[in-house]
């Protein structure tokens, strides 16, 4: 059963997507504001997320933009349901990271013919990086290693990233083993058995660097391996290594490199 974030502040229109999406068996977690829906994705990691645009407080843009900011909640797949039409208003929600952008009012059957199209994709996605992706990826360091070029990273420089000492080793080798799926600070603390904020500052105190900064590297450091010695695009390279949203790896790589994907590749 699936778990969604519905975020609307009308609260006949929210009690209606709700009741619908129960009928559905799905599991619906309700906020009546954007402040409470950000604060309710971060507590509950839900599987997708419902979003109105026009809110008081923080409207849906603002709670979309966080949510992508944030490394526990920037991969969830986040639906906009809003009365507003025009071209503009889509092409900013799309550029701002939004999974789809349905206009009310809508048909119920339209409604879950959406939610079922992207938790469908979330859920090849999660299949691929499980049963196929790693397989990828050993394909492409082998080919590296073979590589008569010096330029071209091998396994062990790119592994090298993290401390080769540290009481963290647990946590690196965790990272190294799952970041090309969508893993989370979350899910490392559990699979180490640490409290999320105990951990990060551990590792930040330790490192210089927080869990999800570490990720966050690992997952650039191979985007690099690919688009050096690829020709996939950006799109496959971002979930490949561990993005359901290109967008945002095309953000994150710009932000902790300096530059876009598509101009690093071209300078290599």
Not at 98 to 125: G, N
Not at 248 to 261: A, C, D, L
């Amino acid at each position: 059963m699936a778990d969604i974030l519905l975020i609307e502040d009308d609260s006949l229109n929210r009690d209606l997507f709700q009741e619908f999406l129960e009928s559905q068996g799905y599991k619906i977690i309700s906020a009546e504001n954007g402040i409470s829906g950000i604060k309710q994705a971060r507590q509950h990691l839900p599987d997708l997320i419902l979003c109105d645009i026009i809110m008081p407080e923080l409207d849906g843009y603002g709670v979309l933009n966080q949510l992508r900011q944030d490394p526990t909640t920037s991969l969830i797949p986040l639906i906009f349901l809003t009365a507003k039409t025009a071209k503009v208003e889509y092409r900013q929600a799309m550029e701002l990271g939004a999974d789809d952008y349905l206009t009310k009012p809508l048909m119920p059957e339209e409604l879950l013919a959406a939610v079922s199209a992207r938790l469908q994709r979330k859920a090849i996605l999660e299949r691929c990086y499980l049963a196929r992706c790693q397989d990828v990826l050993n394909e492409v360091h082998k080919n590296s290693i073979d590589s008569a070029s010096n330029s071209i990273p091998t396994q062990q420089e790119i592994t090298s990233i993290f401390p080769t000492v540290s009481p963290f080793n647990e946590v690196f080798n965790f990272i190294e083993a799952n970041y090309h799926r969508e893993i989370s600070l979350s899910d490392v603390a559990q699979a180490v058995g640490y409290s999320p904020a105990y951990l990060t500052n551990q590792v930040k105190q330790e490192t210089g660097h927080t869990v999800n900064r570490w990720i966050i590297e690992r997952r650039l450091v191979e985007a690099c391996t690919l688009l050096r010695n690829t020709t996939w695009s950006v799109e496959q390279i971002a979930t490949t290594v561990g993005y359901s949203n290109a967008s945002y790896f095309f953000r994150q790589f710009r932000q902790y490199r300096g530059i876009t994907p598509k101009a690093w590749r071209e300078e290599k």
